[in-house]
């Protein structure tokens, strides 16, 4: 697992022939915060610049260090490509805030977190403005999310459901494993067991 911001800056190839289609400079991100959709390459022309970018279904491969996509990858401009109307900028995610269904506030989106594949497994949180598993993971897995906030700019989280499995992510590591923390269940079997921790495979 990755953070998005660690895709930023890196390079994109065409897997057959090693041309340099461009550097990301941002990600699109589905309406429903399920996957990446596609690459933002930044924006040509000086009079009208128009965004440049390659959809998520010509990608081969998110590499460590550069991205490498299908031999016919095409690199869009503006409106080329039949772009579905949802897409989101990651830049434009972060920072919107993260509240319960009552309206309390939690904290803002600091990033997403990625899987091999660029499907979104959770959220790192900023700013954050309560305590416990949540403040101390400062992340949170994607499913506890009932309401992205596509519509009002506010993200909905189930607190207590995120709380019981917090995603755990380093932020000072290219990929992180997720950590799920599991409470032993009291009795003579968990007796002197401490809370299981298992790391995902660096990927």
């Not at 690459?39 to 550069?66: K, M, N, S």
């Amino acid at each position: 697992m990755r953070l998005g911001k660690s895709l930023i800056g890196n390079p994109v190839f065409r897997i057959n022939d090693g041309r340099k289609l461009g550097e990301i400079r941002d990600l699109y991100l589905d309406d429903e915060l399920t996957s990446v959709v596609g690459i933002y390459l930044g924006r040509e022309g000086l009079l009208r610049p128009t965004p440049l970018y390659v959809e998520r279904a010509d990608v081969a491969l998110f590499g460590i260090d550069v991205v490498l996509a299908e031999p016919t990858a095409t690199v869009y401009e503006g409106e080329e490509a039949s772009k579905p109307p949802g897409w989101l900028r990651l830049a434009e995610l972060q920072g919107r805030q993260v509240q319960t269904p009552g309206g309390t506030k939690i904290g803002r989106v600091g990033d997403v977190a990625l899987d091999e594949e660029a499907r979104i497994t959770g959220l790192s949180l900023t700013n954050l403005s309560v305590k416990g598993p949540l403040a101390e993971a400062e992340a949170v897995a994607r499913k506890p999310v009932v309401d992205v906030g596509a519509t009002d700019g506010l993200m909905t989280l189930d607190l207590a459901r995120a709380e019981k499995a917090p995603l755990e992510i380093d932020p000072d590591l290219l990929f992180s494993g997720p950590t799920w923390r599991q409470t032993p269940t009291p009795g003579p079997a968990a007796g002197g067991q401490e809370a299981c921790e298992g790391s995902a495979e660096e990927g």
